[in-house]
């Protein structure tokens, strides 16, 4: 199961979530932000992958690790270096309705 954000979590988060249950062989580089992190976690053996847009990875890991390790599930890691366009010059898609 996916994790979901509701708004009033959304409301609360110190970053924001910008895609959720992706592929990450399909993320075009070139047409995101350079300050995207892909956050793997693993629930009733299958493994997920949102995108989030924030500076530190410790906003992300303290929100991500409690939701889930809410649902029995793993975090296995927070990776950076994805994207190309500078976070104040991006002008794409806004984010997912997670």
Same mark, same amino acid.
């Given at each position: 199961?996916?994790?979901?954000?509701?708004?009033?979590?959304?409301?609360?988060?110190?970053?924001t979530v910008f895609d959720l249950n992706?592929?990450?062989?399909?993320?075009?580089?070139?047409?995101?932000?350079?300050?995207?992190?892909?956050?793997?976690?693993?629930?009733?053996?299958?493994? !997920?992958? %949102?995108?989030?847009? @924030?500076?530190?990875?410790?906003? #992300?890991?303290? &929100? !991500?690790? %409690?939701?889930?390790? @809410?649902?029995?599930?793993?975090? #296995?890691?927070? &990776?950076?270096?994805?994207?190309?366009?500078?976070?104040?010059?991006?002008?794409?898609?806004?984010?997912?309705?997670?």
């Amino acid at each position: 199961m996916a994790l979901t954000f509701t708004a009033d979590e959304k409301a609360l988060l110190k970053f924001t979530v910008f895609d959720l249950n992706v592929n990450p062989a399909e993320m075009d580089e070139t047409s995101l932000p350079t300050d995207i992190h892909l956050v793997e976690y693993e629930v009733d053996g299958t493994l !997920y992958v %949102d995108m989030a847009r @924030a500076y530190k990875k410790v906003d #992300i890991f303290d &929100t !991500y690790y %409690d939701k889930v390790k @809410a649902i029995n599930g793993t975090l #296995i890691s927070i &990776t950076n270096g994805f994207g190309r366009i500078k976070p104040k010059l991006y002008t794409g898609p806004t984010p997912a309705n997670g």
